[in-house]
C-alpha cells in the first residue's frame, strides 16, 4: 500500500514538472512575442517620429520662405506704386486706384475741357462704378465728365464709345432731353453737379449745354 502510494506521488510530482516547464515554455514564448511586437511598434514609433520631425522642418523652411516671398511682393507692390506715381505726376497729374488723374483749377467748355485731356495723351473722366463716383464726388467741383448725347438725342455714350449701363448717378430732374416744347436745348453734355448754387441743392449728373465752362477732370491708363 505505501509502494502504491510513493508511486502514484512519485507520478503527480512529474505531472507537476510537465506542467511547470510547460508553463515557463509559454510564458517564454509569450514574453518572445510580446517582445518582438513591442521592437517593432517602438521602431515604427521613431520612424514615424523621424518623418513628423522632416516634415516640421520643411514647413518651417516654407513658411520662412513664404515670408521672405511676401516680403518682397510687398517691396516690389510699393516700387510699382512709386514709378506709377511718378509716372502721373510728371504731367500734373495724381496716382490713384491705378489710374492716372487730372482736377482742373479754371474752367472750359466741354469741347475745349476734353482737348485739353486729349494732348496729355488722356480723356474726360468715365464712372462706371460707385467708386468712380466716389472719387469724383470727394473733389467737391462741378466738373465735365467723359459722357454725352450728341450724336442721338437721349442716348448718352461715354468718350470711349462705350454706351451709358447702370449704375448711373443722375441728380433729380436729370437728364433733360429736347422735345417739341422745348427743342435745341443744347444740353448734350454731361458734367457732375456738387450742389453749391442756391437753389438746386441736389448733387450728381446733369445735361448740360456743352457750351457752359466748368472745370473738368481727366483721366488716363498707365498701361
Not at 515604427?44 to 518651417?60: F, G, M, P, W
Not at 482736377?103 to 473722366?125: A, M
Not at 469724383?136 to 451709358?164: A, H, R, Y
Not at 427743342?183 to 456743352?210: E, F
Amino acid at each position: 500500500m505505501k509502494t502504491a502510494l510513493l508511486i502514484l506521488l512519485m507520478f503527480c510530482l512529474a505531472e507537476a514538472d510537465d506542467i511547470r516547464w510547460e508553463f515557463q515554455q509559454f510564458k517564454t514564448q509569450l514574453e518572445e512575442q510580446h517582445a518582438a511586437k513591442f521592437s517593432d511598434l517602438a521602431s515604427r514609433l521613431t520612424v514615424s517620429e523621424t518623418k513628423i520631425t522632416e516634415q516640421k522642418h520643411k514647413a518651417d523652411q516654407l513658411q520662412s520662405s513664404n515670408e521672405q516671398f511676401q516680403d518682397k511682393l510687398n517691396l516690389l507692390t510699393k516700387q510699382q506704386d512709386c514709378l506709377k506715381r511718378k509716372l502721373c505726376e510728371q504731367d500734373g497729374f495724381t496716382y490713384g486706384d491705378g489710374l492716372c488723374y487730372y482736377i482742373s483749377t479754371e474752367t472750359k467748355t466741354w469741347d475745349e475741357s476734353r482737348q485739353w485731356c486729349r494732348d496729355r495723351h488722356s480723356d474726360l473722366v468715365i464712372i462706371k462704378s460707385k467708386e468712380k463716383e466716389d472719387l469724383v464726388v470727394s473733389f467737391n467741383k462741378p466738373v465735365w465728365l467723359g459722357l454725352t448725347d450728341k450724336v442721338t438725342e437721349g442716348i448718352f455714350q461715354w468718350v470711349d464709345g462705350t454706351p451709358l449701363t447702370t449704375p448711373t448717378y443722375w441728380r433729380r430732374g436729370q437728364p433733360g432731353f429736347e422735345t417739341s416744347e422745348h427743342p435745341n436745348t443744347g444740353s448734350d453734355c454731361v458734367d457732375y453737379y456738387d450742389g453749391s448754387q442756391p437753389g438746386y441743392p441736389t448733387i450728381g449728373w446733369s445735361d448740360a449745354p456743352c457750351s457752359d465752362t466748368l472745370y473738368w477732370m481727366c483721366e488716363r491708363s498707365l498701361c
